[in-house]
């Protein structure tokens, strides 16, 4: 049953690959110089990132990266805001899913800085939701703090993904307070505190599925 559904999905995104490869070949063919400039621009900038996620799906790394590349550089040029966003968002979230942390912090602070700029808050919500996540993976539970919480008060459209930073921003809150508490036992050589403390923080990394980081901690003990 999966061996089926995965090739459905094969088929579907090849399909899609096709569809979008005789869209820009329209572009290129028939309706360069016939519309305005700025309408072709967003035309190939979408065409362009749609076939990078297209790529990505089909985990062909080095042609995803080509073509949301080609997206960034059209959008820079024409000065599209929303389509720079929205390959800058896309891309940091592949790095992110792929644990390249600066590069994903990288493509989500651009991807913020334009949300910023059109004033679109849900859209800055989301970039700093997503650096929380960068931040989380390296650790770094206070900036994570930081950053959830300004995507909290900037709000979201959609329930589930406020429901998601409220509950990232407990943890992140929860572990920096425990550190905070650990930190300062281990500086007044308090053993029992601190034995303590590292429980709690092993028993929290464990509810959240950071096993890694739970053996740390229980290490301490």
């Known amino acids: 049953m999966f061996m089926a559904e995965s090739g459905q999905l094969g088929e579907a995104l090849q ?10 070949a329209i572009l290129e ?62 891309l940091g979230n592949i790095h992110l ?19 910023c700029k059109m004033k679109e808050k849900y859209m800055e919500s989301e970039c700093y939701a997503s650096i929380a996540q960068v931040l989380l993976g390296l650790g770094d539970f206070v900036a994570a703090k930081r950053s959830l919480k300004k995507a909290y008060r900037l709000g979201s459209w959609q329930p589930q993904q406020r429901d998601s930073v409220g509950r990232n921003l407990r943890y992140a809150t929860k572990v920096s307070r425990l550190q905070e508490a650990l930190e300062e036992a281990e500086a007044t050589s308090d053993l029992g505190a601190a034995l303590g403390l590292s429980e709690q923080l092993g028993d929290l990394f464990c509810k959240m599925g950071e096993y890694r980081r739970a053996a740390e901690a229980y290490e301490k003990q």
């Open 97 to 115: 899913r792929e644990k390249e942390h600066s590069q994903a912090m990288r493509c989500l602070e651009r991807a913020r800085e334009c949300a």
């Open 15 to 24: 399909e899609a690959e096709k569809a979008f490869m005789k869209s820009l």
């Open 29 to 90: 063919e028939k309706l360069e110089g016939q519309v305005p400039q700025r309408e072709e621009s967003e035309m190939r900038s979408r065409l362009y990132l749609n076939l990078g996620l297209i790529y990505d799906s089909l985990k062909n790394p080095a042609m995803r990266t080509s073509y949301i590349k080609k997206s960034i550089y059209i959008s820079e040029q024409a000065h599209l805001s929303e389509d720079l966003f929205r390959a800058y968002f896309n």
